[in-house]
């Protein structure tokens, strides 16, 4: 897969859904998902203005990469991607679809492993994460809330997706 922000259909068919308009995702998202997104967006968030700035969401992404990589090789492997967990696996879970997020996990690190060698470098994730940030920052701000990730960034709004009901 190329670094080139194409998606696998089930996370179009997810970004699509959650992208349709703001009223639609909060009437449609149940309270865990929107519980999980808020607290995402709050770590994010770390000057406490309720938005996120790019550089935010830089030192943010480039954080958590960090924590996943248990090896302390640089870089992330397709095991160590799976071990971490963003919030949304108990919501999962608690739904019966454990093993369909599971899937969905193993998705989200295809798409950031752009060149497919089955390590996602900090390069491939922020050149991902720089996209994401772009297409949730939808009024050309600088800035982002967690209802703007949730329907702008396909990874969020591929982990939203698998844990919600409506997800098969």
């Known amino acids: 897969m190329s670094n080139d922000f194409q998606l696998r259909p089930s996370w179009l068919a997810a970004a699509v859904l959650l992208g349709l308009s703001g009223a639609a995702f909060a009437q449609e998202t149940s309270p865990p998902e929107i519980d999980v997104m808020n607290r995402i967006a709050e770590v994010y968030d770390q000057d406490g203005d309720d938005r996120i700035s790019l550089d935010e969401f830089r030192e943010f992404t480039r954080t958590a990469w960090r924590s996943m990589d248990t090896n302390g090789q640089g870089a992330v492997n397709k095991e160590e991607f799976m071990k971490w967990d963003p919030g949304f696996s108990f919501v999962a879970a608690e739904r019966g679809k ?4 599971t899937k969905l996990k193993e998705d989200i690190f295809d798409y950031w492993d752009s060149d497919d060698d ?8 922020m050149a991902n994460a720089e996209q ?21 960034s396909p990874t969020f709004a591929a982990f939203i997706f698998g844990a919600s009901p409506a997800a098969k």
């Open 98 to 101: 454990a093993d369909s997020f």
């Open 118 to 125: 089955g390590i996602a470098t900090t390069d491939e994730v």
């Open 132 to 152: 994401e940030f772009k297409n949730s920052d939808t009024d050309g701000d600088g800035y982002v809330t967690g209802k703007d990730l949730a329907a702008g």
